[in-house]
């Protein structure tokens, strides 16, 4: 696990525009896939498989619907008062929260669970948006190491906080389906700002496991 804390710099949240697919492009997307799914030795002649192109493509567009953004991850709020007096606010820590991704190498899923965590400076966020963010970033082609890192500047940026932890654990369909590495699962680590200190880091895994 790495122990590097990279400093707070807030940038811009990836909040992109919802992706538009033409309908003719849809369908020779659809010929294609149908093309690849028949070579690979699927039969699409029965009434099980021959919508399979149709739907594996869809599947694909709802799977990568991170890159549609999230409008609703904007709003933060003030923080609750205590927190003016110069009172050292506690940790935020959220999860575990489940996600699915896909691996921009192999075009397959992993999964796991992540752990999110915060400590606010003057504006925090909703708890169910932590899970938003993280199903914005999830829910693209990526490697499980810039989806954490991304998850944890895009909080930063959101609320500008003291510090921001992410913990996620997966495992790869990249590697078990072709039994490579049958059960192994991958964790990684990102940290901002405060989490420098190695007792506040020590509190977030343990809040995490
Ligand atoms: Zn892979």
Not at 99 to 128: D, N, Q, T
Not at 169 to 193: D, F, I, K, N, Y
Request: proline share 6%.
């Amino acid at each position: 696990m790495s122990e590097t804390v990279v400093e707070l710099k807030p940038a811009a949240p990836a909040l992109s525009l919802p992706r538009e697919i033409a309908p003719e492009d849809w369908a020779r997307y659809r010929g294609n896939m149908a093309e690849i799914l028949d070579a690979l030795g699927l039969p699409l002649g029965t009434p099980g498989t021959r919508d399979t192109p149709e739907r594996f493509l869809r599947a694909l567009f709802e799977a990568t619907s991170g890159y549609d953004g999230d409008p609703k991850l904007v709003t933060t709020f003030p923080t609750e008062s205590d927190a003016a007096g110069g009172q050292p606010l506690a940790q935020i820590v959220e999860g575990p929260i489940a996600f699915s991704a896909l691996c921009e190498h192999h075009a397959l899923p992993f999964h796991g669970h992540a752990h999110v965590g915060y400590i606010a400076g003057e504006r925090i966020i909703g708890i169910s948006k932590l899970t938003r963010l993280v199903r914005l970033f999830s829910r693209r082609f990526t490697v499980q190491e810039r989806l954490g890192e991304q998850i944890a500047d895009t909080l930063a940026a959101l609320v500008e906080p003291e510090g921001v932890a992410v913990r996620l654990e997966a495992s790869h369909l990249c590697t078990q389906m072709r039994g490579v590495e049958e059960h192994s699962r991958t964790t990684t680590t990102a940290w901002r700002g405060v989490y420098r200190d190695a007792e506040l880091r020590r509190e977030f895994l343990d809040l995490a496991r």
